[in-house]
């Protein structure tokens, strides 16, 4: 079945990017920045036939056969990003440097689609909606945004060492609703050049560069294309003749809907030694973010599954740490080092007036949460009832009792995250490499799921399909205590028992620690004389592998926990539809004329 279904997308982009200076005084310069981009895409569905050439007597199940089907859609698309710039750079007085920079932003992206598809089709191996039995299905989408900013920094320095700056920008988003469109926020900041206002304390042997900043910013965020405008759409089944007929979406919209904004503290200390061989970058960080804009789950007696609003206040505390080095430095050789830190701590402080949980994604069973006073985001599912002591409470017949309620199995991101990256140099050779590992959260594993309702999974067979003593189990003694489970087994070890058993989905909940080679690349520099003689400034050829190595906890035995249902904020949750994890090998060719 597998060989027969196959999906192409040929996938086109081209991309322009445009820098214009033009210089009034030795102080005053005009820049217009202009980044455009179009694509095009050309998908294809070739899904073939299935039908039985002879069938077995008494089988315990079987699959209805089905017709060719294809599906075709081609889709285009274009933004445009464009800066305009005034920038003013003077020296007030030997002490004083004023720097101002104004200016305005548009950003506009359009794209459309049209999508046919048909059923049933009557020739084989010959994928063309022409062919089709039945009704022609189709549609059409076509999105149109807009954002307009105007912006102006201003920073004012002090003798080369101190700098105070100041930061202001208001947008105007067609995302929003007329009311609520236009969003304004500032910032500012203060940074503090030690080593050039103290140059006694640097030294070859010693601190190169010193350097303190603290930042106070405020940032604002819109929300997609039409998420404050509720949608129609035709359901299945229409047209139905000459009949026509549109559905209302399943989500509903906030009618006020106002932008998200984050307010950000940095302190940051970066620190370089030994003549730039070794460097550290220190920052410890608070945002709260108020009024961010997130679906939430709703009861579908509401008429919709789920509406699109502000919620409270979300609070995050971290601490970055950059350490680089180079270890050795020759005239042919070279080696460099990186290594990074980054923890965070997530906390919800408010959602709405007398609200304290509320449902962002997921499923009904197996679900991504916002609790006041909590970690953010968790994730909760149906479980089992349990014990004073955590062990899973068997009823009389030997299996687990579900609970009534959903329970939380811990938060989706992870405690922190530390890369490592190296770099070899040797002549015009270069060799590069990036990991990372992160812990400290878990993932609800829908493939894993998946895999055991069929009864695929090598954990449904453990016990040869037989009744076994479900593992850290007790049963109640009847007086209010419980014993633990050696002896009672559970009613059966089939399907029957398989099915109850993927009911709970807390038995697909991972561990989501992963260890990571992210990127290997090996580039050749060809700097030479000959290079420059044909015109060329710069010609480097590399090869490179993405995503080569991941290293999972024993537990996850099916997948990559960053593969999510959404890109949402609804993380932690996987799915089984998507394409395994792929390692990707590629060649890049630079050149710089």
Do not use: C
């Amino acid at each position: 079945i597998i060989d027969t279904q196959r999906e192409k997308n040929d996938y086109t982009e081209f991309n322009v990017l445009s820098n214009i200076d033009y210089k009034f005084t030795d102080y005053l310069t005009l820049s217009v920045n202009t980044g455009y981009t179009s694509y095009s895409e050309d998908f294809k569905r070739q899904f073939g036939a299935f039908t039985y050439a002879f069938e077995l007597a008494h089988t315990y199940s079987s699959m209805d056969p089905y017709g060719a089907k294809t599906a075709s859609r081609i889709a285009t698309g274009q933004r445009l990003n464009n800066d305009i710039i005034l920038k003013f750079d003077k020296n007030l007085s030997d002490d004083f440097n004023l720097k101002v920079t104004t200016g305005a932003n548009t950003r506009l992206t359009s794209s459309s689609s049209i999508n046919v598809s048909g059923n049933d089709l009557t020739i084989p191996d010959f994928y063309n909606v022409s062919t089709r039995t039945g009704e022609l299905i189709g549609g059409e989408e076509r999105i149109l945004f807009r954002r307009q900013g105007v912006f102006a920094e201003l920073s004012l320095g002090y003798k080369g060492f101190l700098f105070l700056t100041g930061t202001a920008r208001n947008d105007w988003s067609s995302s929003l609703p007329v009311q609520n469109r236009s969003f304004f926020y500032p910032g500012a900041g203060l940074s503090f050049l030690v080593s050039e206002a103290f140059p006694g304390i640097k030294s070859d042997n010693g601190i190169s560069n010193l350097k303190a900043t603290f930042n106070i910013t405020k940032s604002g965020n819109d929300a997609s294309a039409y998420a404050s405008k509720s949608i129609f759409f035709t359901p299945t089944g229409f047209p139905y003749g000459s009949t026509t007929g549109l559905s209302q979406g399943s989500r509903d919209t906030d009618s006020n809907l106002s932008p998200e904004f984050t307010l950000s503290k940095e302190l940051g200390v970066e620190v370089s030694l030994f003549n730039d061989r070794l460097a550290v970058n220190a920052s410890v960080y608070q945002t709260n973010t108020t009024d961010q804009i997130v679906p939430i789950n709703t009861s579908l007696a509401s008429g919709a599954s789920s509406i699109l609003t502000n919620i409270g206040e979300i609070e995050n505390k971290g601490l970055e740490l950059d350490l680089k080095g180079t270890i050795i430095k020759t005239e042919d050789f070279g080696w460099k080092l990186g290594l990074n830190y980054s923890g965070i701590k997530s906390k919800v402080k408010s959602l709405f007036d007398g609200v304290e949980e509320v449902s962002i994604g997921g499923f009904a069973d197996a679900e991504i949460v916002a609790k006041v006073g909590e970690a953010y985001p968790l994730i909760k599912t149906s479980s089992y009832l349990r014990d004073p002591q955590g062990r899973v409470i068997v009823g009389d017949n030997g299996n687990p009792i579900k609970d009534s309620q959903n329970r939380t199995q811990g938060k989706t991101t992870p405690d922190y995250i530390v890369g490592l990256n190296t770099q070899l140099t040797y002549k015009n050779w270069t060799l590069y490499a990036v990991a990372d590992y992160r812990t400290g959260h878990v993932f609800y594993n829908n493939l894993n799921d998946a895999l055991e309702f069929t009864g695929l999974t090598q954990h449904s067979a453990s016990a040869g399909r037989q009744p076994f003593v479900f593992p850290n189990s007790s049963y109640s003694d009847g007086n209010g205590g419980y014993i633990a489970n050696n002896n009672r087994l559970t009613a059966g070890g089939g399907n029957a028992f398989w099915d109850e058993y993927n009911k709970v989905k807390e038995n697909y909940v991972s561990d989501a620690t992963t260890l990571k080679l992210r990127e290997v690349s090996l580039t050749y520099d060809f700097s030479s004389d000959f290079i420059k003689r044909a015109g060329i400034d710069a010609l480097s050829i590399g090869f490179f592998g993405r995503n080569l190595l991941t290293f999972r906890p024993k537990e996850n035995t099916t997948t990559d926990p960053e593969f999510n249902l959404t890109t949402g904020n609804a993380i932690g949750v996987g799915t089984q539809a998507q394409t395994p994890p792929t390692r990707q090998f590629g060649l890049n060719l630079n050149l710089t004329f």
